[in-house]
């Protein structure tokens, strides 16, 4: 059974940070690259960040880019999003996904093969 669990996430500050971590089990994880996305309250779900399935290589969305790191361990089947400087309009609901071709990503949200429930990051003072 394919299961993508996201944890890490709470309240922060603005200019805090919050560490998540997505465990993966079921699937081959090494194989696949790894995205996080986010869903703020009333809108669309947003890329936020990927790796490849060996980590060489890493992508942000200009939104995020200097501010959040990601990183993954293949021993441990994990995906993580370091947050630093964490801004009000970071509050979403934050997703991790897999993808079968380990070197790239899908061109839509929907091409993902599996999907985890989501971490809930509230930015607020």
């Known amino acids: 059974q394919v299961q993508l669990v996201e944890s890490g996430g709470g309240l922060a500050q603005p200019g805090g940070s919050l560490r998540l971590s997505c465990a993966a089990s079921g699937f081959t994880f090494s194989s696949y690259a790894m995205i996080w996305a986010r869903q703020a309250p009333g809108k669309g779900l947003e890329w936020v960040s990927g790796?490849?399935?060996?980590?060489?290589?890493?992508h942000y969305a200009d939104s995020v880019k200097g501010r959040f790191t990601i990183s993954r361990d293949n021993a441990k089947n994990t995906v993580y999003l370091q947050m630093n400087s964490l801004k009000p309009e970071d509050t979403a609901l934050y997703y991790c996904a897999a993808y079968s071709w380990g070197l790239g990503y899908p061109g839509s949200l929907d091409e993902y093969n599996y999907w985890g429930q989501g971490t809930q990051v509230t930015v607020s003072s």
């Open positions: 790796i490849y399935s060996d980590g060489s290589d890493t």
